[in-house]
Nanobody
Framework: QVQLGESGGGLVQAGGSLRLSCVAS??????IGWFRQAPGKAREFVSA????????RYADSVKGRFTLSRDNAKNTVYLQMNSLKPEDTAVYYC?????????????????WGQGTQVTVSS
């Protein structure tokens, strides 16, 4: 049974940091991706990391500010978010991909978490 869940969201001031965690278990995944959805907007790709390591992808809007890492022993992927901006405010979702590998395409992910709210105040 696949289990996928995010944690670590919260309220932070602009310029601050948060670390999101995604625990994924139950299958052998190709990669874990992060997406976000702001109020009134479509869900968008943020970043992805291969489960075996060595491959990453970031959206241009977060490059240099967000960093992915993983701890396979804990079945966990972390999204470290620094220099947060009000426009980063969104519900953040992690998603697991079985076959495609570090893809930014929402439709290629097989499992989704429930999301965690990140709010950045100005």
């Amino acid at each position: 049974q696949v289990q996928l869940g995010e944690s670590g969201g919260g309220l932070v001031q602009a310029g601050g940091s948060l670390r999101l965690s995604c625990v994924a278990s139950g299958r052998t995944f190709s990669s874990i991706g992060w997406f976000r959805q702001a109020p009134g907007k479509a869900r968008e790709f943020v970043s992805a990391i291969s489960w075996s390591g060595g491959r990453w992808r970031y959206a241009d809007s977060v490059k240099g500010r967000f960093t992915l890492s993983r701890d396979n022993a804990k079945n966990t992927v972390y999204l470290q978010m620094n220099s947060l901006k009000p426009e980063d405010t969104a519900v953040y979702y992690c998603a697991a991909d079985l076959t495609n590998g570090v893809t930014p395409l929402e439709r290629e992910y097989d499992y989704w978490g429930q999301g965690t709210q990140v709010t950045v105040s100005s």
